[in-house]
C-alpha cells in the first residue's frame, strides 16, 4: 500500500503489479487462516511478501511511508506486532488523506474491490472494504483492543510532525485524526 497508494496517476505497471499482490493476498489469505497446511496458499502469500518489497513496485514512482512512521511509534512503546499496527492505521490514515488522494484511493477501490461510481464513493467504500478484510483475518482493529490509550498521543504527535512523514507530509491535525480513530471503531 505504501508504494502504491501514491499521487502519481500514470505508473500503470506498477499499479498492476500492485493490484495483482493485492488480489493474491485479498485471495490467499482467508485460505491460510482455514488451512494453515495449505502449501500454496502460504507459499502465494509468501510470494506477495516477497514482491511487495523489492523495490519492483516503487520503480519510477513516488512512496509514502506514513503508516510505517505511525506504527514504528507504537510497535517502539507498545507490545504490537508490527502488520497489526498497520491494519489497524492504514483505514484511518486514508481516510485522513482522502482529501489529498481520492483519485488513487478511488483507483485503487475500482481495480482492486471492482468498485463503481464517483470518486468520492469509491474511496470511501474502499476504505471501508480495507478495514473489514482485516477485520475477517481475525485482526484486533482497534489500538484499544491492545490495551494501547492515548497517553503517548502528544508525545507521538510531536515527532511524526517533526518528521515530516509522507509523500505529502502530514499534519498535526491529520496525525491527530489518525492516532485518535484508531483508538476504537
Not at 25 to 33: G, S
Not at 81 to 96: D, F, S
Not at 124 to 129: F, N, P, V
Request: proline share 3%; glycine share 8%.
Amino acid at each position: 500500500m505504501e508504494q502504491y497508494l501514491h499521487t502519481l496517476q500514470d505508473v500503470p505497471l506498477q499499479d498492476r503489479f500492485s493490484e495483482g499482490i493485492l488480489l493474491t493476498l485479498i485471495e490467499n489469505a482467508p485460505l491460510v487462516l482455514r488451512d494453515p497446511d495449505n502449501y500454496n496458499a502460504r507459499a502465494n502469500v509468501m510470494l506477495c511478501a516477497a514482491m511487495a518489497l523489492n523495490n519492483l513496485i516503487a520503480m519510477g514512482t513516488n512512496q509514502d511511508w506514513a503508516t510505517h512512521g505511525i506504527e514504528h511509534e507504537f510497535s517502539g512503546i507498545y507490545d504490537i506486532p508490527h502488520g497489526a499496527g498497520l491494519a489497524i492505521i492504514t483505514p484511518r490514515w486514508m481516510k485522513a488523506i482522502l482529501g489529498q488522494k481520492e483519485a488513487k484511493i478511488a483507483h485503487y477501490g475500482r481495480r482492486v474491490w471492482g468498485l463503481n461510481g464517483s470518486d468520492h464513493r469509491v474511496a470511501g467504500e474502499a476504505i471501508q472494504k480495507t478495514y473489514d478484510f482485516f477485520k475477517s483475518l481475525n485482526i484486533k482493529m482497534d489500538l484499544s483492543e491492545w490495551g494501547i490509550g492515548d497517553e503517548n498521543f502528544e508525545k507521538i504527535t510531536d515527532k511524526l510532525v517533526t518528521n515530516k512523514i509522507g509523500e505529502l507530509p502530514l499534519n498535526r491535525k491529520q496525525i491527530t485524526q489518525i492516532l485518535i480513530n484508531s483508538l476504537a471503531s
